[in-house]
């Protein structure tokens, strides 16, 4: 049975999916003005395990992410870059893709844009005002009216009358209370704007997540994600927006992950801590930085620093050495071995305590420490298990791989690898050649050779292929 801390009640829920055997997850996607930062990571890697996690239990599951392809702050970057809005948003859209596959995290099965939405987002508008829930205004604008719905407020337990005299409010004769906020947005000179029943203009930010989740998980589904910063006034505007417009449940959990501090400070651009994922993958692998944000549980806050990447670096390379000397002693193993029945005991256990980690909220910190006691357990038994007990770890490895998605070393990894290795004996060889030493030239050749690879003279140097 799966449990999630659902921040709509403030506590763990037993799930219980729409339809049977199906899980609809929706998760805000980046506003595409730029490379993706570590805040934006941490989401990522938290719903794609948990989309994993849903896969690995069986549920036929459907995984929606948005791009914020139109935005304020794409405008200006494009003003920057001299470039057009849609140029900007596709350039950062193909670089998030670069990114995130570093991180092994998979696509989503949509990744709606809102400049491809407009129609759904306008009919939404629609029925927002005929329900009366929202008005246009003397400039073209759509606002909603908070004050229309009474529920306003039940995801992050605020009270209208308490923000409207704890806030500044500002003065403005546009809004009937300080409070609405934007659906549609008058379009202002040499912006990308679009028609709509109110005149030209674009969305606001929080009514493209409604209409694109709606579009593709329906109505009602059973997730949404996000980072906690998200809760307001994102999603407790995305609910009463929905709700308004469908009059049906809108999301039935809600999942939100914990801040990032960086060196325990706050991350900010003003602090010059504000990190690119790029650059802190241009020092640590994506695995590793995998490894880090899901070595702590993803509610609880998590402080990144370059010893902790270290450090889980060096915790890493525990379970994939764990992983290799299996594979090495798989290939020596007799069939059966003598500590089989007790070991495949514990494989059994193992294999459970992970689902009752994972079941628990996805308590990856724990599901991460009991690979850790089974490797333990593995390595010293390695010289006495047959094969079939060493596949059956195999198996498991594999299988916690598919949730984690940072276990087993990447085809990618080991393909750089093997063509690293082959250039330095290349090297070696060259440096042969020069001291003219032919036998050691031509027994490198030979030896290559018999394992598969061949060498082959081009005007670039000497280059390596498999036969
Ligand atoms: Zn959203």
Known sequence: MIKIYNTLNNCKEEFKPLNEGKVGIYCCGPTTYNYIHLGNARPLVVFDTVRRYFIYRGYDTTYVQNFTDIDDKIINRAAEENLTAQQIAEKYIAAYFEDTAELNIMPADVHP????????????????????????????????????????????GRDLDDMRSGARVEVDDIKQDPLDFALWKAAKPGEPAWESPWGM???????????????????????HGGGADLIFPHHENEIAQSKAATEQGFSRYWMHNGFITINKEKMSKSLGNFFLLRDILAKFPGPVVRYYLLSTHYRSPIDFADDKLQMAQKSLERIQNS?????????????????????????????????????????????????????????????????????????????????????????????????????????????????????????????????????????????????
């Open 113 to 156: 844009k809102v400049t491809q939405h407009i129609p759904e987002i306008v009919k939404m508008i629609e029925d927002i005002i005929a329900k009366g829930h929202a008005y246009p205004a003397a400039d073209g604008s759509v606002y909603f009216a908070v004050r229309s719905l009474p529920s306003y407020g039940e995801l992050s």
């Open 201 to 223: 203009g674009r969305p606001g930010w929080h009514i493209e997540c409604s209409a694109m989740s709606c579009k593709y998980l329906g109505a009602e589904f059973d997730i």
């Open 323 to 467: 992983y290799m000397l299996m594979q090495e002693a798989k290939a020596k193993a007799a069939a059966a071995g003598e500590a089989d029945a007790e070991f495949d005991k514990f494989a059994e256990e193992s294999k459970q305590a992970f689902i009752d980690a994972m079941d628990d909220d996805f308590n990856t910190a724990l599901a991460i420490s009991i690979i850790f006691d089974f490797c333990r357990e593995l390595n010293g038994k390695l010289g006495s298990l047959g094969k079939s007990a060493l596949e059956k770890a195999e198996q498991l490895f594999a299988e916690w791989d598919s949730v984690l998605g940072m276990i087993l070393p990447r085809e990618k990894e080991a393909a750089g690898k093997e063509d690293e290795l082959l250039q330095l004996i290349i090297t070696i060889r060259q440096a042969a050649r020069k001291d003219k030493n032919w036998a050691m030239a031509d027994a490198i050749r030979d030896g290559l050779k018999e394992i598969g690879f061949v060498l082959e003279d081009s005007p670039d140097g000497v280059r390596w292929k498999r036969i």
